[in-house]
């Protein structure tokens, strides 16, 4: 055999070793393949995270009547879009404060929105809004009724109705009148999770009293602006 032919047999060996030791050992090997797979799924999880972080939510508060339209008449004679306005304005400051949030209202003064424009649900659609929560204070004829009720119609708005039930029930110390589904326009015609809370009944005399106070509605806000933050998972 010439020097040339083993030269190359020689040759062919060398590679055929570093060829296979690169592919075991080196950059290509199974462990630094799944190495580089795992160090990438990571950089994905970390980008998933910090995009979650960095997004915002836009939130409508949708303070029930207004102007022309006083909503239900207390039982003190106190009007319920004054109420609504007041516990509105109260939530709408503790949520500007989250920087995962952006938060908007339907009214923010004593303004009358016609019902028949549709203009609450339509706001909030044009707004690509995330939430859309409707504040009011029930009514009855008979003046002993009591209690916290909240309101969905949409199938994906039941679990934000149920989570603003427990936190609002919690606050205000009324019978917990429970969830329940209802065609209301402002719900209806909402494209985007809604709910609408009758905090109480205005009309009840013990619990309008409770519903007037600073105190009572700080304590109510507050719950109001927790379950928004436990629906969209906000620490």
């Not at 950059?27 to 393949?33: A, G, L, M, R």
């Not at 009324?174 to 709910?195: H, I, Q, S, W």
């Amino acid at each position: 055999m010439n020097k040339k032919i083993k030269f190359s047999i020689f040759s062919v060996f060398v590679i055929v070793i570093v060829v296979g030791f690169t592919i075991h050992y080196g950059p290509f090997s199974k462990e630094n393949i799944s190495q580089v797979k795992r160090e990438q799924l990571n950089q994905e999880k970390a980008r998933s995270v910090k995009d979650s972080s960095d997004k915002k939510y836009k939130i409508v508060l949708d303070p029930g009547h207004g102007g022309k339209d006083p909503g239900s008449i207390g039982f003190s004679g106190s009007y319920e879009k004054d109420f609504t306005l007041s516990l509105a304005k109260r939530v709408y400051h503790l949520l500007e404060k989250e920087k995962q949030i952006e938060v908007y209202m339907t009214r923010d003064k004593d303004t009358f929105l016609s019902t028949e424009t549709r203009i609450r649900p339509k706001y909030a659609n044009d707004l690509g809004a995330d939430l859309f929560v409707s504040i009011h204070a029930n009514t009855f004829t008979d003046p002993s009724v009591s209690g916290t009720e909240s309101y969905y119609y949409n199938r994906n708005s039941l679990s934000l109705a149920k989570i603003m039930q427990k936190h609002v029930v919690e606050a205000t110390g009324f019978k917990d009148r429970g969830v329940k589904k209802e065609n209301y326009f402002v719900l209806k015609d909402t494209t985007m999770p809604a709910t609408l809370i009758e905090i109480g009944y205005i009309t009840n005399p013990e619990d309008e009293q409770a519903m007037l106070t600073s105190e009572f509605q700080q304590s109510v806000a507050e719950s109001i602006s927790e379950a928004i933050k436990e629906y969209l998972k906000i620490d």
